[in-house]
């Protein structure tokens, strides 16, 4: 159980308060509601590269580092296809320089030439180590597109190419700070060994001054129903095959997605999963194999990734795997299996609970996907979900026209074999 | 009242650790056991630690398959009934092997610890070794090895090992694709029965503790002794740095090239350790690092590069990694070295020192935060055979530091022209 109290500032900020007395650390978390769905296809990138920029000072404080390092606090961030997030965590003693150095950037952030300068570059950098200079490094880079045609998830988080960030000017970035970087477009969590009516002083001192923006339309529009199976193929330097597959899925969030979520765990959660068991131990056809959903706030993936093992071609790894998923479509899963699953989400969730900042970024999700209570819900979301539920959602799920396949073929692999 | 925001709110210093009690007891067979009982959720970590890790191999690969090779079978479990009886619990049991030891680490609900026990019991007493399961884990681990080998990141880790400990010494030999063929189950039946036994064991126990937990691991491992009771000798390395100062290893078709800088160095047991981590740390060991702000801030030729001390038992180095655009890895050098330099030439300013002590501090809070975290410190006291007030002395320590003392460490230890340099891509 995730405690929290929540309020509301008059600019539209949403402020949540969870108490934890068992660490000496707190941990400061703002969640700005914008990601790469909400940026134009002709600029993509954007909201990952202005998280960098959110690093170059602010108005009234030249260094955002400096001071939190001097006040023996540590800070990150994170942007993916539907949120900013931020979070700073820091002996409790010092909590207020934290609200100090996160309100200053969401009232007036510097916007220095220098830091757009190398921040573009870093960025660059960043591009090339991630999706580049890695083996299977550009699977999403291929796999997004072939996934959607519509909605901007056809992108990635870093940008469809180099070229965009490149492009990235200083009055586009002013302009998105404008738009989304507002108090009413941000959810604040506090979380450690605080008292909430302290929190809430504190708050209106360093963030109620803060203008509210114009509110959004935030319009995306949505993926049409996929009718057709996809398929690509490409070569590439790696020294193994590889096979992706992905099928559209329900949006966070929703019971669907909850299921769909069980489904994969049933499917490559652990040692006694059936994917691990029957395709890599028992008939060793994969050498690895993953079955994973995205997460996503609109409706996202379902994954399945692996390499066959050594001898094995794709198409017949293929075949064998969707032997596997037909074969959850068509039995119904014995209530044994469904417990097993449920008590390894029983233990996940305890053991997550013990990090009182995973507690502070899942509270300002669940917040900005518009229910604070999932948080606690979900819990009894998994607990109640039916084999049956289980079955029909992989019916629903695992139709041929409703999946993309990626062939990653190795080059080496594929001139050995001629 | 207007907010003054060009300020800073006041801060505090930290000065003191809280550090928890450390029980420490034995199973009736003599394993110590060292818990720390600390938190709120009903959840224990379980780390059992053989000396058992590649420096008391016989050949590469051995220390590390042995231990993955626990959960693949045992006397009366098959990997198949282990995988499924752990899940049901929703237990996981992970084998870590490291350059000196072997851990079995084991997390698990408290309510379910009476379940995991015997199970985990019966894989590291008794493990079966199946020849088909090596052959698949074999084929698994070469394949991934191979994707690795692809990146120059890797390359450069392995290459550099090389070059600081010698190819021959357990800290810097790695595995080759040939090395993988060379397993068999004898081998690593040998391995187990000469390093895992309850004489050369100890258990560590972090998480919600009361008498149950002990009586359970006296039930499962500590009823006699098991596996060999005349502990191996300590194989004796010595190592060997490359003499040739300037290494550079080409590679085709990179974006990146990964850059090494660094030499051997002094462990934590050395009195003058905790003083060059704080030196290391200015230069290169946190976000706002000279190496950090010169390198990706200022120049942007890269996403990240850090410089910290690597201490294992025997040995430790000085190491500075990074990923370069493939175009500047010279340049970056040239920086590097440029600060290096900089850093035993010139003094630094109070307010960079303070800042970096109250950052270090902090961490010190951070990394010993909850019972997890706090299991591992007390792991890392008896790995390296250090006193209970190691922390507290290593927080006085910190703030003890003073602009001389940075410059005496980095002279004594930090000296540019004493590093050994790796390029691996273009340069």
Redesign the interface.
Known sequence: MINFKKYTLKNGLTLLVHFDNATPIVALNVLYKVGSRNESPDKTGFAHLFEHLMFGGSVNIPSFDQPLEKAGGENNAFTNDDITNYYITLPKENLETAFWLESDRMLNLGFSKKSLEVQRQVVIEEFKQSYLNQPYGDVWLLLKPLAYKTHPYQWNTIGKEIKHIENARMSDVKAFYKKYYNPNNAILVVAGNVDAEEILILAEKWFGEIPAGKPLANKIEQEPEQNEARFLEVFRDVPADALYKVYHMAARGTREYYIADMLSDVLSNGNSSRLYRRLIKEQGVFSELDAHITGDFDPGLFVFSGKPAEGISLESAEEKLLEEIERIKTEILSEEELQKIKNKLEASHIFSETSTLNNAIHLAIAESLGNVDLVNQEKAIYADIQTIELQQIAQTLFRLENSSTLYYRSNTKNHDAQ | MT?N??S???????REL?FPTIEKASLSNGIPTISIN??????VKIQLVFKAGMWYQSQVLQAFFTGQML?EGSRNFT??D???K??????HVHQKVNRDNASIEI???SKHLETVMPLVADMVRFPTFGEAELK?LV??E???F??R????KHIAQREYSALLFGNQHPYGSSATEESYNLLNTSILKEFHKTNYGSDNCRIFVSGKIDSSTQNLLDKFLGQEKWGNQSLPNLPEFSSQSSTNKLHYLPKE????SAIRLGKRSIGKSNPDYFGLTVASTLFGG???SRLMSNI????????GIYAGIYPHIHDSAFIISS???ADVAQKAMDEIRYELKRLRTESVDLEEL???K??M???F??SL????ALGEAVKTLYEFNLKEDYYQNYLNTIHEMTPEKVLYYANKYLHEDQMIELIVGKK
Do not use: H, M
């Open positions: 907010l925001r060009t800073a709110p006041k801060i505090q210093i930290i809280n600390v938190g709120n959720q009903e959840i959960e990997a198949s282990l995988a499924e752990l899940d049901l619990c929703g237990a997390y698990t609900l698949q084929e698994q070469k394949q991934a191979n994707v080998n692809q990146q120059v078709n990179v974006l990146q946190y976000f706002g990706r801030e200022d120049k942007g030729y890269t996403y990923e370069v655009g303070s800042l970096v109250n950052y501090s902090g961490t809070l951070r935060n909850g019972a997890f």
